[in-house]
């Protein structure tokens, strides 16, 4: 389903894409806490603990059978969802991530370079994987979004998420934002770049997947991470509710 695109929407979509083309060779650094993301060594160990937990609770999700990755980056969860699955489809919007990816799975991965927000499946799939993804799809655009997931999956599929929350002591101690527009200016390259970042809590996005007709179980592995699964519970979207936060 293609919606109108305000250009607004359209160019902050499209600076997004640019961000993490441009941030691709550095990506891991965050993920790893090396580098410009170094965390002192106390919050490190609560990372290290926390990110070993997280993989455990995705490996007990047993994401098994045929899965697409919707904004698979560079490859950190895509190598660990084949060790699942017979098949992974992967998709994200640059070339640059995908070249990582590939590097990282040895060639057992399907890659395919779209853009989430006007891609269609050609197939289903028993698990709609994304990690780190939902929170930059503009709230506008969030009922649409699960629309394409529910499209995506096989009768009896499930999504499985993961996602940062606000409260992880990376940032300065301040009240969650209400405003889903960040400035990125850590691509490497000088520039600054507006992106698109909503922080969720648990239970609101249950809520909100509830009201979309979905039935969602989410959690939080600790103060860094959330993470849920959900599958429709309704043939069709009917019964909408609207976007949360
Ligand atoms: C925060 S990263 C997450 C990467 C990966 N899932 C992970 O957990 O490491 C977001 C990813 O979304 C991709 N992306 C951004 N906008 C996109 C779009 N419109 N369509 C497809 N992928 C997009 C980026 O290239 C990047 O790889």
Redesign the pocket.
């Known amino acids: 389903m293609v919606s109108q695109e305000p250009r607004e929407d359209r160019e902050r979509?499209d600076e997004?894409?640019a961000y993490?083309?441009a941030r691709?060779p550095r990506?891991d650094d965050w993920?790893l806490r090396s580098s410009d993301y170094a965390l002192d060594p106390g919050r490190k160990a609560e990372w290290d603990a926390e990110v070993a937990r997280l993989e455990t609770a995705v490996d007990d999700l047993r994401p098994e059978g045929s899965v697409l990755e919707l904004?698979?980056?560079?490859g950190?969860?895509t190598r660990r969802l084949s060790r699942h699955a017979e098949h992974v489809v992967a998709?994200?919007?640059?070339p640059e991530?995908i070249e990582r990816n590939r590097e990282r799975t040895k060639g057992c991965v399907e890659y395919v370079l779209?853009?989430?927000?006007s891609w269609e499946p050609r197939e289903h799939y028993d698990v709609v994987f994304?990690?780190?993804?939902l929170s930059?799809v503009p709230p506008d655009r969030f009922a649409a979004f699960w629309g394409l997931v529910r499209r995506s999956l096989a009768p009896g599929g499930r999504a499985i998420f993961?996602d940062n929350l606000w409260g992880d002591g990376t940032r300065p101690a301040a009240p969650r934002p209400n405003t889903f527009e960040q400035a990125r200016t850590d691509a490497g390259n000088g520039r600054r770049y507006r992106i698109v970042k909503v922080f969720y809590e648990p239970g609101e996005l249950t809520g909100a997947l509830e009201g979309l007709g979905w039935h969602a179980e989410i959690g939080a592995t600790g103060r860094s991470f959330l993470l849920g699964w959900a599958r429709p519970v309704t043939p069709s979207s009917s019964s909408r509710r609207g976007t949360p936060g």
Do not use: N
């Not at 904004?71 to 560079?74: L, R, V």
């Not at 998709?91 to 640059?94: G, L, N, R």
């Open positions: 979509l997004q894409v993490y083309r691709a990506y993920w904004a698979c980056g560079t950190l969860w998709v994200d919007s640059s991530a779209a853009d989430i927000f994304f990690s780190f993804w930059h993961i």
